[in-house]
Nanobody
Framework: QVQLVESGGGVVQAGGSLRLSCAASGYNFRSNAMGWYRQAIGKQRELVAAITSGSSTNYADSVKGRFTISRDNAKNTVYLQMNSLKPEDTAVYYC?????????WGQGTQVTVSS
């Protein structure tokens, strides 16, 4: 079955960096787009970044120029490099794979940015 396992979250000071990883299994990873979402307390889940099978990317305006999404098809892993972190980046970050029939989510990883 499809599994998405995130890692790499933590507590960091404003201006710092973190790299999130999402290890995928149970489907043809290299042929599918992937996304990173986040959900802060009291807010709706929002798309942060996405990458197609061909490695085209798009970003939320709030993270453009600071975050970079990438993928390693040999490792079935998608990454989110987060630089110049701000307190408003604090949230649970989720990896997403959207098949034709279902949205799959990882368990989430907490990112906390202190001011």
């Amino acid at each position: 079955q499809v599994q998405l396992v995130e890692s790499g979250g933590g507590v960091v000071q404003a201006g710092g960096s973190l790299r999130l990883s999402c290890a995928a299994s149970g489907y043809n990873f290299r042929s599918n787009a992937m996304g990173w979402y986040r959900q802060a307390i009291g807010k709706q889940r929002e798309l942060v970044a996405a990458i197609t099978s061909g490695s085209s990317t798009n970003y939320a305006d709030s993270v453009k120029g600071r975050f970079t999404i990438s993928r390693d098809n040999a490792k079935n892993t998608v990454y989110l490099q987060m630089n110049s972190l701000k307190p408003e980046d604090t949230a649970v970050y989720y990896c997403n794979y959207r098949s034709m029939w279902w949205d799959y989510w990882g368990q989430g990883t907490q990112v906390t940015v202190s001011s």
